[in-house]
């Protein structure tokens, strides 16, 4: 019995090495032109003209599956509760590992019932949103203009992207041709 468990996690090993190998050797011979480049730094750019993106939000977040126990939280941060530690005890997101901090985003990136909300928010303030979700309890903590890295700066975080895009195609496209038989 043992014996096949062990025989069985070293196949697998040895399936995901062969995986590994594949991928990097995949993405290491994909060629990335600058004009592919540039052309997803323009495409870039022109999302972040579009008004929903002209700001960004430094948000944090806890999510519950009902409200009641959205307001009980609520009503514990507006008290002065601390943020951080709530939300690693009692988020349902992933995002409780970081104190519900969830970094900086624009409103195209948020559900329509938290960007709405957010907008009207100050600096400081949460507020308990109802989403598909359950209640987020949302905490604005700053917000800036849109700022875009030069194409410089950005060029090799699109790369990577790009890759990421090519690679993940590829998949899809090995997967659509395959017969999986079970």
Same mark, same amino acid.
């Given at each position: 019995?043992? /014996?096949?468990?062990? &025989?069985?996690?070293?196949?697998? %090993? #040895? ?7 594949? +991928? ?7 060629? &990335?032109?600058? %004009? ?6 323009? #495409? ?13 939000? =430094?948000? #944090? ?22 943020? %951080? @530690? ?9 995002? /409780? ?22 907008? %009207? ?5 949460? #507020?308990? +949103?109802?989403? +598909?979700?359950?209640? =987020? &309890?949302?905490?604005?903590?700053? @917000? $800036? ?20 895009? @090519? ?7 090995? $997967?659509?041709?395959?017969? &999986?038989?079970?």
């Amino acid at each position: 019995d043992k /014996r096949a468990e062990v &025989i069985l996690d070293i196949e697998q %090993a #040895r399936s995901q090495s062969i995986l590994n190998a594949f +991928v990097q050797n995949y993405v290491a011979n994909l060629k &990335i032109g600058d %004009a592919e480049v540039k052309a997803d730094y323009d #495409r870039q750019v022109a999302l972040l003209k579009q008004p929903d993106n002209s700001t960004q939000y =430094h948000l #944090r977040q806890i999510v519950v599956k009902d409200k009641a126990r959205g307001d009980e939280l609520l009503a514990q941060v507006q008290k002065g509760g601390d943020f %951080a @530690k709530l939300a690693a005890e009692n988020s349902l997101d992933q995002s /409780r590992i970081n104190g519900g901090d969830i970094d900086w985003l624009m409103t195209s990136q948020l559900s329509p019932e938290i960007a709405t909300v957010i907008k %009207a928010m100050t600096v400081g303030q949460a #507020r308990l +949103v109802q989403g +598909v979700n359950g209640s =987020h &309890i949302v905490s604005l903590v700053e @917000k $800036r203009a849109t700022q875009m890295a030069s194409l410089a700066d950005a060029t090799a975080g699109i790369r990577q992207s790009l890759a990421q895009q @090519k690679l993940n195609e590829y998949v899809l496209s090995v $997967r659509k041709a395959s017969k &999986i038989v079970q």
